[in-house]
């Protein structure tokens, strides 16, 4: 199959470029400059430039492009970056694929902020959107799809939950505090706290590419877990205590309304990926935290 790729330089984008490569794929990735190689093809978002070639070539358009919220103050001009640097470069990919190709497909990333901050209950893909300021840019960012899906393009958007791995996501958060035994929760741990290892991440796109799906799917493990299970695994992995717990407060003050990812509870569960049949690699937190330190310590896992 033949992709086309925005945001291929991200955490996601790069284990997904390199799976699909080994697998025997092709991919074009969408780039913000010249392009250097016959795998690139340039575009500008914001001038509303892409070749309708590039994207009329595609088996499958995925699209992870967005700025970065973690660790970030979601609020005046970096929340409106956040915010136009998904719907701008969404409704363009939307609207060529409209007009070049609406018998293709394309894969939204989206994130799991959509559902707010809805406490214990568990929320399948049918869940509303949420009263947060997320909540408001990623229906922003899902709705960009609208001239893609009125134009009977299959789209899935992808609603990812905490990413982790052993670098960027959530690693960069939890793991310097972790591995120093300096950390047991994030507020008082009992937040459900949904997460997917970066190698399923990777699996689960390229798994989408192959389905007959339209619509919303959660991308989270199959277990619920909390703030404070994750934590203790991964400091489990480490072979380091777990000890701190950092209150909610210096959490909210460090990134602000960001902070509702870390501390509010998300009970995310994947009905939609297990009605597809999709089978994890990394299905609970303690295999996926000690492939993320065996990772670190430079052994090399078979995954």
């Avoid at 979601?74 to 136009?84: M, N």
């Avoid at 935290?289 to 090399?300: F, Q, R």
Wanted: glycine share 8%; aromatic share 4%; proline share 6%.
């Amino acid at each position: 199959m033949h992709y086309v790729i925005a945001g291929s330089s991200g955490l996601i984008g790069t284990a997904l470029v390199e799976r699909l490569r080994k697998s025997g794929h092709t991919c074009t990735t969408l780039v913000r400059r010249e392009a250097r190689t016959e795998t690139e093809s340039a575009w500008d978002p914001t001038g509303g430039m892409i070749d309708p070639d590039v994207i009329a070539s595609a088996d499958v358009v995925i699209n992870l492009a967005g700025a970065s919220i973690g660790g970030k103050r979601l609020q005046g001009a970096y929340l409106e970056k956040v915010r136009s640097s998904r719907t701008v470069t969404t409704a363009l990919l939307s609207t060529t694929l409209a007009r070049t190709r609406p018998d293709g497909r394309l894969i939204q990333a989206s994130a799991m902020g959509y559902y707010g901050t809805p406490g214990d209950h568990p929320l399948d893909e049918t869940a509303p959107v949420g009263r947060t300021v997320l909540a408001g840019v990623v229906d922003e960012w899902e709705s960009s799809t609208d001239a893609a899906v009125q134009a009977g393009v299959a789209v899935s958007l992808v609603r990812t939950s905490h990413v982790l791995a052993p670098w960027g996501g959530l690693a960069d958060r939890l793991l310097p505090l972790v591995r120093l035994g300096l950390l047991r929760s994030m507020g008082n741990g009992s937040q459900w706290m949904p997460w997917i290892s970066l190698v399923d991440a990777a699996r689960a796109f390229e798994f989408l590419s192959t389905r007959d799906h339209s619509g919303p799917i959660n991308l989270c493990s199959p277990h619920e877990t909390t703030n404070r299970e994750v934590i203790h695994a991964l400091a489990h992995a480490a072979d380091r205590p777990s000890l701190i717990p950092v209150p909610g407060w210096i959490i909210r003050a460090l990134i602000g309304p960001a902070s509702h990812d870390m501390l509010n509870s998300q009970r995310l569960v994947p009905t939609a990926l297990k009605k597809l049949g999709f089978e994890w690699t990394h299905p609970t937190i303690d295999t996926a935290a000690e492939y993320t330190m065996e990772k670190l310590a430079g052994i090399n896992p078979t995954h």
